[in-house]
C-alpha cells in the first residue's frame, strides 16, 4: 500500500488539520484504499474552518538494472 497524506486547510490555504495513512490491515479484502482515503477526505472536509481538502499519495518505487 502506499502512503497518504490528507490535509485540510483553511482559507489562506494553511494547514490546519492532517492525517497520514501508512496502511490498512484486513483479514480478507474487504474495502479498497482509496475508500479509506476519501472517508477521510469527506470527514476533513465537514470540520469547522476547513475550506479544501488535498490527498497526496507517496510511493516508493524500486528498480532494478
Known amino acids: ?3 497518504y497524506q490528507v ?3 483553511g482559507n489562506s490555504g494553511e494547514p490546519l488539520v492532517s492525517v497520514s495513512i501508512g496502511g490498512v490491515d484486513q483479514e480478507q479484502h474487504v474495502v479498497d484504499e482509496i475508500t479509506i482515503v476519501n472517508a477521510v ?3 476533513l472536509a ?3 474552518g476547513v ?3 488535498l490527498a497526496r ?3 516508493q518505487i ?3 538494472v
Open 1 to 3: 500500500m502506499a502512503n
Open 57 to 59: 499519495k507517496f510511493e
Open 62 to 64: 524500486i528498480t532494478t
Open 51 to 53: 475550506q479544501s481538502v
Open 7 to 9: 490535509t485540510g486547510r
Open 46 to 48: 465537514a470540520v469547522p
Open 41 to 43: 477526505r469527506d470527514c
